[in-house]
């Protein structure tokens, strides 16, 4: 459905200030005002934790350590941490969504594990498939305890996501698993389309969506219908929910490759020009390189170039300063802006369809709205 | 529950003549010898294969094409191949356990496919962290399309074989798929257990038991049972085939073990002394370690000189041999031959405790004497 939409043309060149905040999208709705996002998100967690504690406690030494440690809760000496668990958005997600068949948020708690338990599989092997170091401001798994630990926790954690729904032993525990099964399938599909990507010259927006929508969108699609497929669902309900989910993944994302180029260090954690400085093919330059003009062909020249360069390490901040203006006055940072707005937008729409309360359809939206407007 | 034994003292020594079969355990029953083991075996592969490929067409490219190669459905080129696919006792078993139930073969194809998924999965993951080249007497799939294809490709067969199983939308579905899930994490403990087990000087033959429990015994237990889940066998039933698929996956082990050190290279494939040659610590080292008397001794000395010795990969055929000789002096060979047979005795035992057509029982009676007297 999105094969139709072509990237803008060349747009007035903005300034590529650093640290300059990512321009927000206003909140499609005002019915999210009420909402408390930071009790919604601690809400997830603190039901969630305890879960996902206790299923990683089930894994044989030294599995259980490396998990641990791979989850920020101990450091590489095994003495105790207090780890960035990241956002939440997830667990908070299927737990809110149980609440849409009627069913209290503690229904969705072991969707809420299995998701993550799946997303973090695919962290430990992503990051050793991509020769990442850091993750969360930490060195991963795979530089700590070697490959084979990061490829045998990665498996484990998988299985456990199965195990985590499956020992409900309820129809809809199985119909949760299946859900989870096709998502974790997309996120596999996401990784191999960005291997071959990173070996290629040019990839399409099309292309870029399509890994993106199957690399974020799959997972957090089922985190926002898990809760309520256990909590006894209908098949369309949960596929609209999917649906919600699926789009404000790709909002996600797109807001991620936003601050992956122009994020504040500061927020974000990451380096400077992080996704540029690893050539990433991320939306902004896909989006850029698509578009028409002197910009984008000015673009493809040096990032044809840098491809090539055996001194891309050394690059100073104005090199990678100058990239990012380009890809802005190509429109590719405009563009990513409107795209995360449009699929915001979707995603609010497809609550529409689905009957819940009005409370819990409010905490949807300003989930929503928060993705969005995060500077991190 | 093994525990409690202990590998024999010192035996007269045998010859350990290169090639020589090893000695063959006789037949518990003899209910057995009408059953065509062969035609059994290819009635799993005839049911089941076809199944699997399609499983496998799904997968997104290239990932279709590397599983493609890792099964041996094509060669390296991507020209059609006829690979060894191995003996096929895993489908056999799910296809025959379906018919424990009275439910036709045909029931059991979607464990078969399951189970045979969750296999290559472990391969792929097990010989790149093991570094293994070969496979069936061909490239490893790392080896031959990287690391990243690798890890990629066992994630996608783990996930398929998950949809394989939940796609078909019934409770018996569900707790197949949540045994195989035990299955699997007992394979993923066994191998973290092989990893931890390389950097040690000694494992104990309890150790070694528990961990060939874990990475053979636990998913010939599942494929033992799958069948019979699937045709709505209670849990007790699919206990106790467990049972008989664990102890009959801890005798093929036993065998393999002998295989790996005493077996013909023209039957298995593999070269001489191979497990010698891997410094394995296989059964008959482990049991022949823990024995006492000079032998055990001596093999203890030369094990942790060669254990450090830098010349180890120039070793000639005499020092092998050499080994070989003192393990089986020290009693490893005789007590892994009969710890073959005594796991294939309490496997053919658990059938008893299930109502089974004589047909169906002296068929998993034919194939787990098939196990324990193959030379390859």
Same mark, same amino acid.
């Given at each position: 459905m999105m094969l139709d939409r072509h990237p803008a043309g060349p747009r007035t060149p903005g300034t590529a200030i650093r640290g300059e905040t990512v321009p927000t999208v206003p909140p499609?709705?005002?019915?999210?005002?009420?909402?408390?996002?930071?009790?919604?998100?601690?809400?997830?967690?603190?039901?969630?934790?305890?879960?996902?504690?206790?299923?990683?406690?089930?894994?044989?030494?030294?599995?259980?350590?490396?998990?641990?440690?791979?989850?920020?809760?101990?450091?590489?000496?095994?003495?105790?941490?207090?780890?960035?668990?990241?956002?939440?958005?997830?667990?908070?997600?299927a737990v809110l969504s149980a609440e849409v068949t009627g069913a209290p948020p503690a229904t969705g708690i072991p969707g809420a594990v299995a998701v993550e338990l799946v997303h973090n599989f695919s962290l430990l092997h992503d990051d050793l498939m991509d020769g990442d170091e850091q993750r969360r401001h930490r060195d991963t798994v795979w530089k700590v305890h070697g490959p084979a630990q990061a490829i045998l926790v990665g498996d484990a954690l998988f299985a456990l996501a199965n195990e985590v729904l499956l020992e409900l032993g309820t129809v809809e525990a199985g119909r949760a698993a299946r859900r989870l099964t096709t998502a974790t399938r997309a996120l596999i599909d996401g990784q191999a389309q960005d291997i071959s990507y990173e070996h290629r010259d040019?990839?399409?927006? !099309? *292309?870029?969506?399509?890994? $993106?929508?199957?690399?974020?969108? #799959?997972?957090?699609?089922?985190?926002?219908? /898990?809760? @309520?497929?256990?909590?006894?669902?209908?098949?369309?309900?949960?596929?609209?929910?999917?649906?919600?989910?699926?789009?404000?993944?790709?909002?996600?994302?797109?807001?991620?490759?936003l601050l992956g180029i122009w994020g504040d260090p500061e927020s974000t954690g990451k380096q400077t020009w992080s996704d540029l400085r690893q050539r990433k093919k991320s939306l902004p330059v896909v989006a850029a390189l698509a578009a028409e003009g002197p910009a984008a062909e000015r673009l493809g020249e040096i990032l044809a170039a840098d491809a090539k360069s055996s001194d891309f390490e050394n690059f100073s901040e104005e090199e990678f300063a100058a990239r990012a203006a380009?890809? !802005? *006055?190509?429109?590719?940072? $405009?563009?990513?802006?409107?795209? #995360?707005?449009?699929?915001?937008?979707?995603? /609010?729409? @497809?609550?529409?369809?689905?009957d819940m309360p009005d409370r819990v359809r409010a905490r949807f939206t300003a989930l929503a709205d928060f993705v969005v407007v995060r500077k991190r």
């Amino acid at each position: 459905m999105m094969l139709d939409r072509h990237p803008a043309g060349p747009r007035t060149p903005g300034t590529a200030i650093r640290g300059e905040t990512v321009p927000t999208v206003p909140p499609a709705s005002t019915a999210s005002d009420a909402v408390d996002v930071t009790a919604l998100l601690e809400r997830g967690r603190t039901l969630a934790t305890p879960v996902l504690r206790a299923a990683i406690d089930r894994l044989a030494p030294p599995m259980d350590t490396v998990a641990a440690y791979h989850f920020g809760w101990i450091d590489a000496q095994g003495n105790p941490a207090d780890g960035d668990g990241g956002k939440a958005v997830r667990p908070a997600l299927a737990v809110l969504s149980a609440e849409v068949t009627g069913a209290p948020p503690a229904t969705g708690i072991p969707g809420a594990v299995a998701v993550e338990l799946v997303h973090n599989f695919s962290l430990l092997h992503d990051d050793l498939m991509d020769g990442d170091e850091q993750r969360r401001h930490r060195d991963t798994v795979w530089k700590v305890h070697g490959p084979a630990q990061a490829i045998l926790v990665g498996d484990a954690l998988f299985a456990l996501a199965n195990e985590v729904l499956l020992e409900l032993g309820t129809v809809e525990a199985g119909r949760a698993a299946r859900r989870l099964t096709t998502a974790t399938r997309a996120l596999i599909d996401g990784q191999a389309q960005d291997i071959s990507y990173e070996h290629r010259d040019r990839v399409s927006v !099309e *292309e870029c969506l399509e890994m $993106e929508g199957n690399k974020t969108g #799959a997972l957090l699609a089922c985190a926002s219908s /898990i809760g @309520a497929v256990l909590g006894g669902a209908d098949d369309r309900t949960a596929d609209t929910l999917e649906k919600y989910g699926y789009h404000l993944g790709l909002a996600f994302q797109a807001v991620d490759d936003l601050l992956g180029i122009w994020g504040d260090p500061e927020s974000t954690g990451k380096q400077t020009w992080s996704d540029l400085r690893q050539r990433k093919k991320s939306l902004p330059v896909v989006a850029a390189l698509a578009a028409e003009g002197p910009a984008a062909e000015r673009l493809g020249e040096i990032l044809a170039a840098d491809a090539k360069s055996s001194d891309f390490e050394n690059f100073s901040e104005e090199e990678f300063a100058a990239r990012a203006a380009l890809i !802005e *006055e190509a429109g590719g940072r $405009e563009w990513t802006t409107e795209e #995360a707005r449009r699929q915001h937008t979707i995603a /609010i729409e @497809a609550l529409d369809s689905v009957d819940m309360p009005d409370r819990v359809r409010a905490r949807f939206t300003a989930l929503a709205d928060f993705v969005v407007v995060r500077k991190r």
